[in-house]
């Protein structure tokens, strides 16, 4: 089919076939579904995976995805379900969204169907019922007590961020996947930055697919996209609502999300100054702070350019500080900015057992962290502050850094080093002007 829709036969092909064979392919879901609709073989490490997590924007087609698998779990449909599910639980943010998306919607479960293996709607018992014996029941979020008691060997989970009791809902599923084989979980949802969602998603026996709403497009208004497009693009909703991403901004930090996306540039231009900053972490032990190490320059257009994130966790002083000199000589940098108030003259010292040429600026700080970024931050407000690429886990520290000077209650060594480094760059302006080419 696809070789056929690329030729530009489809509608030619479908037309010579005969009636049967037409209601078969139609209704054959791994012929229609694009990738990210179908759940991986294995988990990245390999194994079997009880927990598949499908993150898309609104209108991703998220919830055919989760009607589908529920349907091939229930029919024993090779290779979604080879073996037949007998006991389905269907968890929604109220029982009316159970039924009004996952069972009735235009996606949902009796839209799906063919009529010969259409499973019947008892709505007095809250049940699905399929020729075959299997049966999905439905359940809410709003009444975790409900799965006490129910067992299940699958089950299907919409919109799980929004639901009002999600760890208590999810804890009482869990207890009752306990029938057949394999007992798996199929999760669709717009993200939010939740705690028990990023849970699930660094759980290794969880699969994660995502899809933009632009990914069904073609099943889509066509004028919807663009407008949403215009709308939101660059904000955090757009990206949360549109791209399926979690969007981790705390209240009140000192950075915004389209701050960063509105100046984010492919690479870096020109660069007439450039340095390499460090925040070196307080110990040396797996559980310590990472030392912060980052790259930026300033341009002849007079912006700041994030050139790079060198960041290295927990490591002994010779680790780090070699990493620090071999980014100062990457990137023909001016000199390394190094905050002393942890090692003092240490903190020279070992940059300098690495290469006793690297020119050392050591800084102090005299102030907060939440008063010392206050002034970089503005920067990035006034659009004079460019990141040349993606620094996923540097733009989260930027985006929950708060008044306490913490993020996410941790110490922000990233966002420290990138402090200093704009500072040196464009507030206390102490650099002189070369010319240099990344």
Same mark, same amino acid.
């Given at each position: 089919m696809n070789a056929s829709a690329a030729a530009g036969r489809l509608s030619q092909d479908l037309a010579n076939l005969d009636t049967e064979t037409l209601a078969f392919v139609l209704a054959d879901w791994q012929v229609w579904a694009r990738d990210d609709q179908l759940p991986p073989q294995t988990t990245a490490h390999g194994g079997d995976w009880r927990v598949w997590l499908i993150l898309g924007g609104r209108g991703a087609g998220k919830t055919r995805a989760g009607a589908e698998w529920v349907r091939a779990k229930a029919l024993g449909i090779p290779a979604l379900g080879v073996e037949p599910a007998r006991r389905i639980a269907l968890v929604g943010e109220t029982l009316s969204d159970v039924r009004r998306v996952m069972i009735e919607g235009v996606s949902g479960l009796l839209a799906i169907h063919r009529d010969d293996e259409r499973p019947d709607f008892e709505s007095s018992k809250s049940q699905l019922v399929w020729p075959n014996g299997a049966v999905a029941q439905m359940f809410s979020a709003e009444d975790p007590d409900s799965l006490r008691g129910p067992q299940f060997d699958a089950a299907w989970c919409d919109e799980l961020a929004k639901w009002r009791r999600p760890e208590e809902t999810w804890d009482m599923l869990q207890f009752g996947m306990r029938l057949g084989t394999s007992p798996a979980i199929a999760v669709t949802t717009t993200p939010r930055p939740l705690p028990l969602l990023k849970t699930i998603m660094n759980d290794p026996a969880t699969v994660i697919t995502r899809a933009a709403t632009s990914a069904n497009a073609a099943h889509l208004a066509p004028t919807f996209i663009a407008e949403m497009e215009r709308r939101y693009a660059g904000t955090a909703l757009g990206r949360q609502e549109l791209l399926g991403e979690i %969007?981790?901004?705390?209240? /009140?930090?000192?950075?915004?999300?389209?701050?960063?996306?509105?100046?984010? %540039?492919?690479?870096? !231009?020109?660069?007439?100054?450039?340095v390499v900053a460090v925040d070196p972490p307080v110990t040396a032990t797996a559980r310590s702070d990472a030392c912060g190490i980052i790259v930026a320059g300033l341009g002849a257009d007079g912006r700041a350019y994030i050139a790079?994130?060198?960041?290295?966790? /927990?490591?002994? !002083?010779?680790?780090?500080?070699?990493?620090?000199?071999?980014?100062?000589?990457?990137?023909?940098?001016?000199?390394? %900015?190094?905050?002393?108030?942890?090692? /003092?003259?240490?903190?020279?010292? %070992?940059?300098?057992?690495?290469?006793?040429?690297? !020119?050392?600026?050591?800084v102090r700080a005299t102030r907060g962290k939440w008063l010392r970024a206050e002034p970089v931050a503005a920067l990035y407000a006034e659009g004079r502050v460019a990141h040349a690429g993606r620094f996923e886990t540097l733009e989260q520290q930027m985006l929950t850094f708060g008044a306490d000077g913490l993020s996410h209650g941790r110490s922000p060594d990233r966002v420290d080093a990138l402090v200093w480094a704009l500072t040196d760059l464009m507030i206390d302006r102490a650099a002189a002007p070369a010319i240099r080419q990344l």
């Open positions: %969007v981790d901004e705390r209240s /009140g930090s000192l950075w915004r999300r389209d701050w960063i996306e509105s100046n984010r %540039v492919g690479q870096c !231009p020109e660069l007439t100054s450039i790079a994130d060198r960041s290295l966790q /927990g490591r002994e !002083p010779q680790v780090w500080a070699r990493a620090a000199v071999r980014a100062y000589q990457e990137f023909l940098a001016d000199r390394v %900015v190094a905050e002393v108030n942890q090692g /003092g003259d240490l903190v020279t010292a %070992v940059l300098r057992q690495i290469d006793e040429t690297v !020119p050392v600026r050591a």
